[in-house]
């Protein structure tokens, strides 16, 4: 509580360097945090008011006393006095509720934040401890009645409710402040690790100078169906851009025929295709499922059992696959899909995407894409939340360029899990890029283009 206090005290500062700062903290150890934050600007010399709930908590009200010990005495917390004390306040800091929270919220509680939205409005900033007061750390659902930060200061790991959907809005910037406690500390909430670009760039391979195109990865896509050819090529553009060394792509369908750089292969029919190509030698990665149509899940049976690294998109996410991934393959749903192979509504998915991306590793083996604003990358040693990427990345083709770029990672032999998590956050910085000229106009091309900036931003931060 000492360390959390202090980070809200600078943080604090920060956003208000001068001024009164009003300090609300309720009777759990989020309100804790508040008291301590006050103690620490108080003894900077700056001009606090407390206004306090009677203390639960029993090192709330060790702090309490600490407090009273430096000459702030807390007001009684009541709305007639926070409407008061807020006019002409430097900065709000939330300390009401954090990870205690549980919903319904109670309308005297009700009452209170109400009164700091409405502060908010009048122009006082809000900074608020851990989680804004009425969101459930937990899940990723739409928030009732909850503060409207400008900043959060989050405590030991980065809560769902941070991260995902509507409740993610509430929060303003948010800063991570790891605490020196022992892990069994960490509250169950605080589960969703983010990956530092610095990491991400670090992974990215390097190739010598003497490369050539047949030791960059040799990417095969299998993809494509009457009216849906268009996605194969998306992808092989994304494993292209990504630095793959050959890119074929084989269909059913005929292809058009956009990038010279791309080889085309046709085929009458997958029964005959696939004991051909496998006699053929295999590639280095392959990607299937891209608008392959019906046979999706037969074909993506077939080259599973290749045991070649392996992504699969779109129509090769079929329930039928559970249990024939291998460590090597990569899994991207979007919430849909995702619905689809656990066979459960697609709001439950996005109501907890870290719990549905548990469940769908655990379900289909290998590594877990579940795409969206941001993605779930899950495998069997972990999980991470992707940082990144812009609403303008959804449109149709989006997920096919990803698809290309996991496996361009592949066939340049990162493992599944690094491919997935390197290729997340490539397309999110590209498509971040991309924004910054097309705003919600960007198509996927757009993105692609935009790959090879992304790995030099990327690689620069990592080196
Ligand atoms: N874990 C750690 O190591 C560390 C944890 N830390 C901090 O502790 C925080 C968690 O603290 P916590 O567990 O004491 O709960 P907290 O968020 O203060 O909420 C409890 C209060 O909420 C109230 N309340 C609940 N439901 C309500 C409702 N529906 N409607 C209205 N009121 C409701 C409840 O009231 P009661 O039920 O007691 O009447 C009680 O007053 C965490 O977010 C972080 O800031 C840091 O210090 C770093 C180390
Ligand atoms: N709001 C957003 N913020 C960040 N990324 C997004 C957003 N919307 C979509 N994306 C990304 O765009 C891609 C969309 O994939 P998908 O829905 O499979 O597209 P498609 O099936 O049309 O190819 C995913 O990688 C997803 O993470």
């Known amino acids: 509580m000492e360390e959390a206090g202090r980070a809200v005290a600078t943080a604090a500062q920060r956003l208000a360097p001068s001024g009164r700062v009003v300090l609300l903290a309720g009777g759990g150890a989020n309100g804790g945090d508040a008291l301590v934050a006050a103690r620490h600007l108080s003894v900077a010399g700056r001009d606090v008011q407390v206004l306090a709930a009677p203390a639960t908590h029993p090192l709330t009200r060790l702090n309490r006393r600490r407090l009273k010990a430096v000459g702030v005495s807390p007001q009684v917390l009541s709305p007639a006095r926070l409407r008061a004390g807020a006019r002409g306040a430097a900065l709000l800091v939330d300390g009401l509720l954090g990870t205690g929270f549980r919903a319904p919220l109670r309308p005297s509680m009700e009452a209170l934040i109400a009164e700091v939205n409405a502060a908010r409005a009048q122009g006082a900033p809000v900074l608020a401890i851990d989680v804004p007061s009425g969101l459930e750390a937990g899940p990723a659902r739409a928030a009732g009645p909850a503060v409207q930060a400008d900043a959060t200061v989050t405590l030991m790991g980065w809560k769902p409710a941070l991260l995902f959907g509507e409740a993610a809005t509430r929060a303003g910037a948010v800063d991570l402040t790891p605490l020196s406690v022992p892990r069994a500390w960490v509250a169950p909430e605080a589960v969703a690790a983010r990956l530092p670009d610095a990491l991400i760039g670090f992974w990215l391979p390097e190739r010598p ?3 050539h195109k047949g030791t960059a990865g040799r990417v095969w896509v299998l993809g494509g169906h009457p009216g849906t050819a268009g996605a194969p090529v998306l992808a092989g553009v994304g494993a292209l851009r990504t630095g793959a060394g050959l890119v074929t792509l084989h269909s059913l369908a005929e292809l058009p025929l956009l990038h010279p750089e791309l080889m085309v292969r046709r085929h009458p029919s997958w029964p005959e295709a696939l004991p051909a190509l496998a006699a053929s030698g295999l590639p280095d990665a392959l990607a299937v499922g891209m608008g392959l149509g019906p046979e999706a899940a037969e074909v993506a049976r077939a080259v599973l059992a290749w045991k070649v690294p392996t992504v699969l998109d779109a129509d090769a996410l079929q329930p039928d696959l559970a249990g024939a991934g291998h460590d090597r393959c990569v899994w991207t749903p979007h919430p849909g899909e995702a619905a689809r192979l656990l066979d459960v509504p697609t709001a ?14 655990a379900q289909m083996g290998g590594v877990v894409v579940l795409k969206g604003g941001p993605s779930v990358v899950a495998w069997s040693g972990g999980l991470v939340v992707a940082r990144g990427g812009h609403p303008g990345m959804a449109t149709a083709g989006m997920g096919d360029t990803l698809a290309g770029v996991i496996a361009a990672l592949l066939g340049q032999g990162l493992d599944a899990a690094r491919a997935a998590l390197c290729a997340v956050r490539l397309h999110a910085r590209a498509g971040e890029r991309a924004a910054a000229r097309h705003h919600y106009g960007l ?9 090879g900036g992304a790995w030099l931003d990327l690689r620069a931060t990592g080196r």
């Not at 198509?443 to 790959?451: C, H, I, N, R, S």
């Open 348 to 361: 439950q998915v996005t109501g907890d995407p870290l719990v549905s991306a548990r469940a769908l590793q």
């Open 443 to 451: 198509v996927a091309g757009d993105v692609a283009e935009e790959l």
């Open 209 to 211: 100078a003497d490369a």
